[in-house]
């Protein structure tokens, strides 16, 4: 079971304690979140196999961020929740858990729930597509379908996209990208700065003044999911149609000199 990563998500500090403990008794690895917050941060550092996750903490709503983990890599996800009621169970299977503990619970009950779950796990892999709304990255074709329209990226700029965008709004330092979106080993992390300009005159209304991917002062850059959401005018999506077919006919102009 040591090759087993479990991430638990609970806002008791004495219930996240207990389970962490028990679980590690079983040689599981056990990683502990307090928030949502922690959560992204410790999902996306470890990429567990399990995720066990409490529908009510206190900076977010659980189901939720269930949605969030259910379009990520697919974890397994066990609910744990003192809301017992069965639309309550039925909204937690709907957002993406594979199943739904209400508390209080038994000890034995919950590590045999935990094991159920581990024998259902099959060999993970990679998603093929991911849809963030108005945001879709096919990740086999390695193409961008952005606003309805396909985004030409360069493949350095696909693996910095999808990076920001995994991240799910999380800030992400230039090291950070460096090391998640790059091939190989680059000593300077200025270089990103080069690659976000780069991408966001191509997927930015105005990339002078970008409100998609976001700097964050001290620390680097984040994805603005909350946009993806946010339905644009008519005459905003025709302006980024005619200046990408204008700067696409400069490019063609240009190479023809």
Known sequence: MGSVCIEIIEGNPHLRSLLGWHLQQLEYRVHQAASIYQAREVFLSHQ?????????LPDGDGI????????????????LSARNSEADIVAGLKAGADDY?????????????????????????APAYLDYGTLQIDLVQRRVRFQGEFID????????????AQAGGVPLSRSELLRRAWPDAIDNPRTIDTHVLSLRKKVELDPRQPNLI????????????????TNI???QTTKLARERFNNQRSTLSSSQV
């Open 214 to 229: 976001q700097t964050i002062r001290n620390v680097g850059y984040r994805f603005n999911m909350e946009i993806l959401n």
């Open 48 to 56: 567990p196999t399990l995720v066990i996750l409490d529908a009510d």
């Open 153 to 164: 990226l360069t493949p350095q700029e696909f693996s910095l996209l999808y990076v920001l």
């Open 233 to 235: 005018s008519q005459s």
């Open 64 to 79: 939720e961020f269930c949605r969030w983990l259910h379009r990520q890599q697919q974890p397994l996800i066990l609910m």
């Open 101 to 125: 503990l209400s508390k209080p619970f038994g000890m034995q009950e919950f590590l045999a729930r935990v094991e159920a779950l581990i024998r259902r796990k099959r060999t993970p892999t």
